[in-house]
Structure formats: C-alpha cells, structure tokens
Nanobody, 120 residues
C-alpha cells in the first residue's frame, strides 16, 4: 500500500489550496486519515499532525493553529482524503503528508508528500 499526495504548489499568503491523498489497495473506510506538515529544514521526526478524520467521516480533529482555516474531508468510495487550506500563513509552508491512522502511523512507508510554498 502506497500513499499518493498531490495538490501542493505556490500560493500567496492568504491564498487557498486543496490537497489530495489517495491510498489504493487499502480498506479505506476502516481507517482514520491524518494530514501532517513537515516544515522546511525540519527532520522527518518533527512532522506535526495538522488534521485527522475518522474512517466514517463522522469526527474531525485539527491542530489549534489551523482550526477554522483547514478542512479535512474524505471520499471512501474512491479511497481519497482531502485537506482544504484557506487563508494560508507563511509559516504553514512545507511538505504535507497523509497517512492512515489517528494517533498512530499505520504505514511505515510514507509517500513523497506534496510541497506547499507560500510567497508573494
């Protein structure tokens, strides 16, 4: 099972992006899905959880700093999870990764992530 993230890019401060995460071959609805951010220059062990959603989509968790501006969602029919980012802040630049699980990383092999760059 391999995670595939996409949707990153260059955006101005205050802009929006929608990140996508596909996990083929997983019984998707059985797992919560989480999005993580790795800031530029930070090691992998410092990836921080920014949002998570339960397997049935019935519960969401957000880091305090991103509440209101980030929205996580999922489509279990096509094994996709999404992260809508609005009013992006410069300090939120980095590589964004997704992984099944909440509070636990299910897949030891991470995807390549998708890069978010915030600049004028």
């Amino acid at each position: 099972v391999q995670v595939e993230e996409s949707g990153g890019g260059l955006v101005q401060p205050g802009g929006s992006l929608r990140l996508s995460c596909k996990v083929p071959g997983l019984t998707f609805s059985n797992y919560a899905m989480s999005w993580y951010r790795q800031s530029p220059g930070a090691p992998e062990k410092e990836r921080e959880l920014v949002a998570a959603i339960l397997g049935n989509g019935g519960g969401e968790h957000y880091a305090d700093a991103v509440k209101v501006r980030f929205t996580i969602s999922r489509d279990n029919a096509i094994n996709m999870a999404y992260l809508q980012i609005d009013n992006l802040l410069p300090e939120e630049a980095g590589a964004y990764f997704c992984n099944p699980g909440y509070g636990v990383v299910v897949l030891s092999s991470w995807g390549q992530g998708t890069q978010v760059t915030v600049s004028l």
